[in-house]
């Protein structure tokens, strides 16, 4: 399929060019990359470009609560073995920063959207997705966001009969409760570290059994489905039973479920695992994430977690004791602005590490440190925290808005 053979409206190519040009006189000022505000303003001169944008593509829609910037980087990179992909590859995933991305894929193949989990429901119907993968719900932004168990209901009515194939974890009840609507589901055992939104039965509200990996609700009968694609130690298994090895740059367990539910979703579309998994090793670092800089004399690995399931799988990838840690906390608008989700972390894994408190909330952070019996010192900033640490390796772990202010610090 190619974009000549159903041309944008002259109302659209309006649009996407009045779009454009705001992004960039956006950009020109210093405003960031502009790809919101140029989508505002074309889907304000057009309603239904997003719609437009996206009906000569392939769409493959990426949501969850934790890693679908990474995953819709691992799916991008594993389709680019069949064509030319459009991708929102810095992040932007409302339908705005969505239509910005699409605007400026003319000529490519497949459209990879990460979507954010609570427009997940109106972009599908936008767009017309091949495949949609679902990853994970968890609690996050507790000011804005629903909760959890809303978000699935509302995933499991916006999908109930899509004609896509829907990539979903069988390791996360909320996940499996929203994708039993859909008659086309491939299951990927793509494993679920933080459990503790997931303890009572999405379906009948009954307390959860979890006997090792498995789950099932001992009240209506609601249990974990049987996977076709599993992650195993560093390889994929694929529904044939064939094991293909992992081989990423990006560090930790949860990156090989990412890269586990990728390659399901590149499967959807005719590329073979091991094609697929080999595209997956060109990705060194996701919109800073992961990044290794250097900083005062030392490295600093830059780390993104923004709630208490990714904070959970964050402390399971950084080096061991005693390597310094830095954290960084802010509560602005994109953080959602309530901090009580740092009482759902468990800190004392971080025990034997050096810890340095930074970030607006800072002292929110050094009461629940205190609490969990951590030494740590509160700094004014990177600089001086930074600076108490010894020479070599520090890990940096910040959630959203204190993540971007720490880029800019290290020019990254």
Request: some cysteine; hydrophobic content about 40%.
């Amino acid at each position: 399929m190619t974009g000549n053979s159903d041309p944008l409206t002259p109302r659209a190519k309006l649009a996407v060019t009045a779009g454009k040009a705001v992004a960039a006189a956006s950009r020109a000022a210093g405003r960031g990359s502009g790809s919101v505000i140029g989508g505002r303003v074309a889907l304000r001169l057009d309603p239904d470009l997003l719609g437009r944008l996206a009906q000569h593509l392939d769409v493959v829609l990426v949501s969850a609560t934790n890693g679908k910037t990474t995953t819709t980087r691992l799916v991008a990179e594993a389709l680019r073995a069949a064509g030319p992909v459009v991708s929102n590859a810095l992040g932007a995933n409302m339908p705005a920063g969505i239509t910005s991305a699409l605007a400026g894929g003319s000529d490519a193949r497949f459209g990879v959207i990460e979507v954010d989990e609570k427009y997940l429901a109106g972009v599908a119907r936008d767009t017309g997705p091949k495949c949609i993968a679902l990853l994970n719900l968890s609690r996050d932004q507790l000011d804005r966001a629903a909760e959890t168990r809303m978000l699935a209901e509302n995933w499991r009515e916006g999908l109930s009969g899509s004609k896509a194939v829907i990539v979903a974890n069988c390791d996360d009840p909320l996940v499996v409760w929203a994708a039993s609507s859909s008659p086309n589901v491939i299951w990927v055992a793509a494993g679920q570290m933080w459990k503790d939104d997931a303890w009572s039965c999405p379906s009948c509200g009954g307390v959860m059994q979890r006997p090792g990996d498995d789950w099932y609700c001992g009240e209506c009968g609601f249990r974990r489905p049987t996977p076709s694609w599993a992650l195993s130690g560093d390889h994929v298994l694929d529904p044939h039973g064939s094991a293909w090895p992992i081989h990423l740059q990006l560090p930790g367990r949860a990156n090989k479920a990412n890269a586990t539910s990728s390659a399901a979703v590149a499967a959807v579309f005719g590329v073979p695992p091991q094609v697929a998994l080999e595209r997956m090793y060109q990705v060194q670092a996701v919109a800073g994430r992961y990044d290794v800089v250097q900083f005062q004399g030392r490295d600093l690995r830059l780390l993104l977690a923004k709630n208490p399931a990714g904070w959970l799988e964050t402390f399971s990838l950084i080096d061991p004791p005693p390597t310094p840690v830095i954290l960084s906390v802010n509560a602005r608008g994109a953080d959602g602005t309530d901090t009580s989700w740092l009482w759902d972390v468990d800190y004392t894994r971080l025990t034997g590490h050096p810890l340095f408190v930074i970030g607006d909330r800072k002292l929110d952070l050094a009461v629940r440190l205190e609490v969990a019996n951590q030494s740590f010192q509160v700094c004014e900033d990177l600089d001086q925290a930074a600076s108490l640490a010894p020479p070599g390796r520090i890990e940096v772990i910040a959630n959203y808005t204190a993540f971007q202010d720490l880029r800019r610090r290290v020019g990254n």
